[in-house]
């Protein structure tokens, strides 16, 4: 009697735990997208009061014309 309780019990658990994680796959994906954009702010903002990004483009371009000619 004892092991079958014992069997019920842990079927039922683990039929909780995997239904508890039907949505953990969206939640990480959306951390993951958050995380993204996090990050594409910070280099936007750098990039905008560095003007770094401007010089080299423009050494690019120049280089390239420079090449051709």
Do not use: C, P
């Not at 995997?18 to 796959?25: P, T, Y």
């Not at 750098?46 to 050494?59: E, R």
């Not at 371009?61 to 000619?69: A, C, E, L, P, Q």
């Amino acid at each position: 009697m004892l092991a079958i309780y014992l069997y019920l019990s842990a079927r039922t658990f683990v039929s909780r735990v995997r239904h508890d994680q039907r949505g953990q796959a969206t939640a990480e994906y959306a951390l993951v997208l958050l995380g993204a954009a996090a990050v594409a702010l910070l280099i936007v903002g750098w990039a905008t009061h560095t003007n770094l990004v401007g010089k080299l483009l423009d050494t690019i371009m120049n280089s390239i014309t420079g090449k051709v000619k």
